[in-house]
């Protein structure tokens, strides 16, 4: 069943204030009623066939608010366009909507088509072959799962190695893409995990880990800097601030500066 959302003209004479109630109403009449296996809605932001001023409410906040008032129809949108949001942050959405729903979303993906929507949110409107392009890549996630055993000391370290490879099984049966370790930085723990693992071996940058050199040796496949640099940054940016307003030093401003042009430039790429 497709409830009404505003997409089709389907809530005009409707006072807004009663949209919800209108909804949620349907929704859960679908839920009591086993002949309906599911209730669903439209990923759009304007009405068809034409826009207009008539409200048309967003999918996947509907999606959270279906899934808080029924309890056994699953819920999906027909479909949700990649180019709309950020790929990362829409399969934050979908998993924390499939949470609240105890597993009952289905998630329809598409390329999106609705020339006068995406102009009218600023997308632009890229041609087909660019659009098939971003789906394409937006659907093929990597799951970095990550195990903080030797970052927070969840065992003893004579047992981290084993933990974290117990770990690593579990996410590798449940699908992941590849095994983030952060804090691991002994060489012999490294290689023993990246020798282990079915997946590609993830680390952080943190004291005492090996240089990138010696930890592709190791069976590394991925470094990661994590807030290492921003830091850092902020590091030397208090005490070049404490230096200057307290002793009014200001030579060491300009070691290592970068120049405005330079600074510019990297917003033009």
Same mark, same amino acid.
């Given at each position: !069943? $497709?409830?009404?959302?505003? *997409?089709?003209l ?5 006072? /807004?204030?009663?949209?919800?109630g ?12 086993p002949? *309906? ?15 207009? =001023? ?14 808080? &008032? ?7 949108? !027909? ?19 499939? @949470? ?6 289905? !998630?329809?993906?598409?390329?999106? *088509? ?5 102009r ?10 660019e ?5 394409r890549?937006?659907?093929?996630? $990597?799951?970095?799962?990550r @195990? ?5 000391k969840? &065992? +003893? %370290? ?23 370790v /952060? ?16 997946? %590609?071996?993830?680390?952080?940058? *943190? +004291?005492?880990? %090996?240089?990138?050199?010696?930890l ?6 991925r470094?990661? =800097? ?44």
């Amino acid at each position: !069943m $497709f409830i009404p959302q505003g *997409w089709r003209l389907d809530l005009v004479g409707i006072d /807004p204030s009663q949209h919800w109630g209108v909804m949620a109403g349907l929704a859960r009449r679908a839920d009591a009623n086993p002949e *309906w296996e599911s209730i669903w809605v439209y990923d759009h932001f304007h009405t068809t066939p034409v826009a207009t =001023a008539e409200a048309t409410h967003e999918a996947w906040t509907l999606m959270a608010a279906f899934a808080g &008032v029924t309890g056994r129809v699953r819920l999906g949108q !027909m479909c949700t366009c990649m180019s709309y949001r950020n790929p990362a942050y829409l399969a934050k959405v979908a998993a924390t909507v499939d @949470i609240v729903s105890e597993g009952r979303v289905e !998630m329809g993906i598409g390329a999106g *088509w609705y020339e006068q929507e995406w102009r009218a949110y600023g997308y632009g409107f890229p041609t087909a072959g660019e659009r098939l392009a971003r789906l394409r890549e937006g659907v093929d996630i $990597f799951v970095n799962a990550r @195990i903080d055993v030797y970052l927070f000391k969840l &065992v +003893p %370290p004579a047992e981290a190695v084993a933990e974290s490879l117990r770990r690593a099984r579990i996410y590798q049966d449940a699908g992941a893409s590849g095994i983030f370790v /952060p804090a691991i930085v002994a060489p012999d723990d490294i290689r023993t995990v990246a020798a282990a693992v079915e997946r %590609p071996l993830n680390v952080l940058a *943190w +004291p005492g880990l %090996p240089p990138a050199a010696e930890l592709a040796k190791l069976g590394v496949k991925r470094l990661s =800097a994590g807030s290492g640099i921003a830091k850092a940054v902020w590091g030397r940016t208090a005490a070049l601030a404490k230096s200057f307003l307290q002793d009014g030093a200001y030579q060491a401003l300009a070691e290592g500066a970068m120049d405005s042009a330079t600074a510019n430039g990297l917003y033009s790429k």
